[in-house]
């Protein structure tokens, strides 16, 4: 492909990217240890979205906002979406929640108690309806469920119930409804998670059927995983529903994507583009699961949402047909050297180029700052209570 050709394609790919924005990314939040209140957050999930909209109006790219339930609760969902709409975004994945309720201390949908398990069944479903009111086609399932002592109960019997919720919500589906099920290696369980790594989300969700898909958080894995070669693995399967980004140091830390190991995440976008699976075609979601704890919230998802994008359009420099031949004639360091090529490249006068192409500031962080949003709000949303875990 000549030059020219080749760098059109790349814009026209960064221009249909789309990443998802989590609500709960603009309200307060911390550690165990405190929640640091920011000045201006939102009040209610109205306000999320209008400040999610900010993201969107300077990138180009996020038009996408997941709920999450209860703490997106609203009266009237059809309302809320219209809301979104006349903002220019629209709601994207339902997160269900079944880990906040005193009924959880043994687990939700694996817990000892059918009694138990019912409601969190009904949460589910109840998560479907909200779906169908906000035009919202995903389910996020996260289960905090898992023990913390040996023997505290039976881990086989705990996947049988696990399976039996599953199935449920599964046939509970409706039109192009689907369910995405994310995994976990630890916490809040400290022993035994029951859904803790791709492989039991894969068997899961191969067992459901078409309509259910796993869920990378990249926060979610032990040190050192190959989180590249679970993507690889699970496209070529046909399984991988959706990301939940975020940069982890520790454990999972929900900071910013890209921040702690912006390598990682090319090689993450690096198997996407190969699977040629950037834009919403796909059906693959490329979510932000994030809480910026200590930063100013806008501007971190503004932030976030341009390390993607770099490392998506680093990935797609990567000069594919050479890697191919170097890669045949076991070129060992040649192949490798192709690779980090398009690593070290800076797309940052591309990506700017290209915003200007979209109508937008080259430099959307500054351009956010300049705007005065931040000062607008601040003055605005005085009263009331400012929105966070639990909200
Ligand atoms: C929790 O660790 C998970 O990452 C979930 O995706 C969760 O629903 C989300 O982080 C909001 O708490
Ligand atoms: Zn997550």
Not at 148 to 162: A, E
Not at 288 to 297: F, G, S, T
Not at 369 to 382: A, C, N, Q
Request: net charge negative; hydrophobic share 40%; with cysteine.
């Amino acid at each position: 492909m000549s030059a020219p050709r080749a760098d059109q394609r790349v814009r026209e790919t960064l221009r249909n990217q789309r990443i998802e924005l989590p609500s709960w990314a603009f309200g307060n939040s911390g550690t165990r240890f405190k929640v640091f209140a920011q000045p201006g957050v939102p009040r209610d999930p109205f306000e999320k979205i209008a400040d999610a909209a900010q993201v969107q109006r300077y990138t180009g790219i996020a038009p996408l906002v997941s709920l999450h339930i209860p703490w997106d609760t609203v009266e009237d969902y059809g309302k809320l979406a219209e809301h979104a709409a006349a903002l220019g975004v629209s709601i994207g994945v339902i997160n269900s929640n079944t880990f906040q309720d005193d009924d959880y201390r043994l687990g939700s949908v694996c817990h000892p108690d059918p009694a138990v398990r019912r409601k969190a069944i009904e949460h589910l479903k109840d998560c479907l309806r909200i779906m169908a009111a906000t035009g919202s086609d995903a389910l996020k399932l996260w289960f905090a469920d898992g023990i913390n002592y040996p023997g505290q109960d039976d881990l086989t019997d705990r996947q049988r119930r696990l399976a039996d919720a599953l199935d449920e919500v599964y046939d509970a589906l409706t039109g192009e409804q689907r369910i995405l099920l994310e995994y976990k290696l630890f916490e809040p369980a400290f022993y035994a998670t029951d859904v803790p790594d791709w492989g039991t989300a894969y068997a899961h969700t191969l067992r459901l059927g078409p309509k259910a898909k796993v869920v990378v958080d990249t926060g979610h894995h032990a040190p050192h995983t190959n989180i590249e070669f679970i993507v690889a693995f699970l496209i070529a399967q046909g399984k991988l529903g959706a990301f939940d980004f975020n940069s982890r140091f520790y454990a999972d830390d929900d900071l910013m994507v890209g921040a702690a190991d912006p390598f990682q995440l090319f090689r993450i976008m690096n198997e996407i583009v190969l699977a040629d699976a950037v834009t919403p075609d796909s059906g693959i979601g490329f979510m932000l699961d994030q809480c910026h704890n200590i930063e100013p919230k806008i501007q971190a998802q503004i932030r976030s949402v341009l390390n993607v994008q770099e490392a998506t359009a680093k990935a797609l420099l990567v000069d594919r047909d050479a890697l191919a031949l170097a890669q045949r004639e076991g070129d060992v360091l040649g192949a490798n050297a192709i690779l980090m090529d398009a690593y070290n490249t800076d797309v940052r006068p591309l990506l700017a180029d290209l915003r200007v192409e979209m109508g937008l500031d080259p430099d959307p962080v500054a351009a956010y700052r300049r705007s005065g949003y931040l000062e607008k709000v601040i003055d605005e949303r005085t009263g009331g209570v400012a929105a966070g875990w639990g909200a």
